[in-house]
Each structure stands twice: as C-alpha cells, then as structure tokens.
C-alpha cells in the first residue's frame, strides 16, 4: 500500500472540520497532532467496556494487562529497543524526565560536570540544572551556531572531560526544527564514561528511532507528538533498568519498567498509542513485522515532508520581509524536520498568530520553552518566534493558502 495525504487525512476528524465557515488548518504540529478515529476508538472502547487496573483475577483486569503489554510491545517496536521491559511510561515526557532526573542523579558528587544544550525544550534542561544544583554538581550548555540554528559540535565536544556524568540532548529542536547528530555524540559522551539521554519528542513523529543504533543509554518521547494521546515514554538501557534506585513507593513493583512508574498508569492512553503505532504502521506489509512496516511507512512520510520542506522554503525565499532561524537552504532540507521559527518585519509573533488565528490557520507563537535558543537569538524581549510545522498528513494547498493569507498583511 501507498501513503499520500488524502489517504490519511480522512482518517483524521479534525481536519475534515470548518469553524466559521472556514475549514481549518492545522500547521501547529510541533505543538501536537491531531488524533485518527483509531485512536479515538480505541481509548474509548477501553474506558467503555474494560476501565479496571492491573493484576486482577477477572476479566476487565486481564483485558488492561494485555493493553499494558500491547503499548510496551508496540513502543518497542517503534524505538527498536531490545526488549519490551526496556519501555517506561508516564504522564507526560516532562515528568518522565524530572523522575528520571532525580535517580540518575543519586551517586552524583561535588564537582561532577553535565551538558545539556541550548537548543533543547527547557524539560531536558530544567531538570537537569535542578538536579545539579542539588548535588553541587557543575553544568555547561553547549551553544548554537545562530546562522543556522544548528548545535555547535566543536563546542560540545570542548565541554567534555573525564568529569562529565551525563550529556543531555535533544535530537531534533522543537523550535527550528534543526536535527542533532545524536549518534556522535554518544560514541563522545561514553569515551568519557558519560550516560547520554536524548529528547527525541519532536524527532519521532518524522524519523524512525532506532535506540540500539544509538546505543543511547536513555530516550524520551510523547505519543501526543505522533498521533497518539498524552502519554510520555522513555527507553531506559538494560544496563540501567535495576542498577538505578528510582523514587518509588515501597509495595510497588521493584523488577523491571514498572519500578519506574509511579501510581496508575493512564491504560486509556496506552490503548491508544497503540492505536497511534498501528496507524503509523498501515501502509507496510501484513506480512511483515511491526517494526519493519514502520520502516517502510517512515520513508514514505519523509520523502512526503521533505517536499513539503522544499516547497515552504521556496516560497518563503520568494518574499521579502519574513526572516527564518534555522537551515534556509533547500537543498539541506534533510537535515531539519518541516518546522520553522519565523519573524515578520513590523508584526510581532502574537500579532501574527492572531491574525492567522482569526483565518482559523493553526501555529504557535513564543520561545516554546527552548529558552536557551531563543535568548541566544536575542529574541526574548520581542516575543520569540512564529512556528509553523508541518505533519505527514499536511499539504502542499494548505502552504498556497497560508501564504495567500501572510501576503495581505500590511
């Protein structure tokens, strides 16, 4: 089977919609994605017939056993993790990475170094810092290149030493959509004897994660940003899974992921990120494993959105007063993902997104909490940016609109 737009846009109830007799477009999905009929069901058919919790003798509970298992199976799949134990869930990747923060962090000592970067959402720098703090451990950011909106390599690889205990990155930016050679990094951070975590949640709903390629020692994600609903996942290397000491509450499970997740899991969520894998799954062959289907329906998405790129970029290059941060060049559009941070000459970003707002265009505007990129940008005082961002199910007509639109601005 062939993916195109069309195909899946009608799986999607949001984008079928008009509000004021206008339909709706939503470019807003660095911000989140809107959510198929498979998925909606599938939650909605487990709170309706089987709502119960884990470890029962009776049939509703055995039902959210498999819902469990299903979500790890499928989300290891989806990462390529080794094994299902290797997948942890939580509300959101936020929290997942607090927690995480404050286990990894325990054997910390005074004078120890960490990196995190100035390009990452602050949810994989706060965190960090914090912990740090509490430890009197130091932390260096490493800089962005700002012609580009790139990570400076030369500068992280200045900032580690033998003192260094944990690299913290993002693997795409969720502002520029500039993409990080997160492999180099790991081989990097473990010469020194580093752990590396990689915020993958704006990455993986454009490219495959393969975490055994990687050979990252942790990696977070949010089904909301692929399809799914609000649930954060992590991948926690085997290595890892029982040597670390998780906050957690004394009866609860000490063997495997479960030592990691605190209270009830949301099993609706899970049922539907399931759903949201398979959806991303469709377009592969039936015969073949999960896993391998996403392979082949990712290189149709990308290939989808790298035109998408192309054809944003052209058409911006077309117009004068409208400035981009981040890769401009068409010709490298397959080193960024289909999001873009843009300023207008005369308009602040809110005006902006309120205008579009009232033409019912979707996009977001702000520092999107990737508070290093934006105040090394120099743009905190005037309101960050706009951020438009593409999915697989956006199209080349909703481009010719928005364009249309951002042409009568005055």
């Known amino acids: 089977m062939i993916f195109t737009p069309d195909s899946v846009r009608s799986q999607f109830p949001a984008l079928s919609q ?36 884990l470890g029962g003798h009776f049939f509703s509970s055995q039902k959210t056993n498999a819902v469990m298992d299903n979500a790890r199976t499928c989300c290891a799949a989806l990462l390529n993790a080794p094994s299902s134990n290797n997948i942890v869930f939580g509300a959101n990747m936020t929290s997942l990475t607090f927690q995480l923060s404050r286990a990894i962090s325990r054997n910390w000592t005074a004078g120890d170094e960490i990196i995190v970067t100035a390009l990452d959402h602050y949810s994989n720098v706060s965190s960090w810092q914090q912990a740090a703090e509490d430890k009197g ?71 495959l994660v393969d975490v055994q390629d990687l050979d990252c020692d942790f990696l977070v994600c949010s089904a909301y940003k692929f399809f799914g609903p609000h649930v954060g996942i992590a991948y926690v290397s085997s290595q890892y899974l029982q040597s670390l000491s998780p906050y957690k509450v004394e009866p609860a499970t000490d063997i495997g992921p479960g030592r990691f997740e605190t209270g009830t899991q949301s099993f609706e969520g899970l049922a539907g990120v399931t759903a949201a894998i398979e959806y991303l799954a469709q377009w592969g062959d039936k015969e073949c494993s999960l896993r391998e289907r996403l392979v082949s329906c990712f290189t149709q998405y990308k290939q989808h959105e790298l035109a998408l790129t192309h054809y944003f970029l052209n058409k911006l290059e077309e117009r004068s007063g409208m400035s981009l941060f981040g890769i401009s060049d068409p010709e490298n559009a397959g080193n960024r993902t289909p999001t873009f941070a843009i300023s207008f000459k005369g308009h602040s970003p809110d005006q902006i997104a309120k205008k579009l707002g009232q033409h019912q265009i979707c996009v977001w505007n702000g520092h999107f909490y990737a508070l290093g990129l934006i105040k090394q940008l120099g743009l905190e005082e005037s309101g960050g940016v706009v951020r438009i961002g593409f999915m697989h199910y956006n199209t080349f007509d909703e481009i010719d609109y928005l364009f249309s639109i951002l042409d009568t601005f005055e």
């Open 18 to 53: 008009t509000v004021d007799n206008h339909p709706v477009l939503f470019l807003d999905g660095p911000g989140g994605s809107q959510v198929p009929t498979s998925v909606l069901t599938a939650m909605a058919e487990y709170l309706g017939y089987s709502n119960s919790n």
């Open 137 to 207: 451990v130091i932390v260096h950011q490493v800089r962005v290149n700002t012609d580009d909106c790139t990570l400076d390599m030369d500068h992280f690889h200045s900032l580690l030493s033998d003192k260094t205990v944990l690299v913290a990155t993002t693997y795409a930016s969720n502002t520029t959509g500039s993409l990080v050679d997160v492999k180099s990094m790991v081989a990097a951070a473990h010469h020194f004897g580093a752990m590396i975590y990689v915020d993958a949640v704006h990455y993986a709903p454009h490219h």
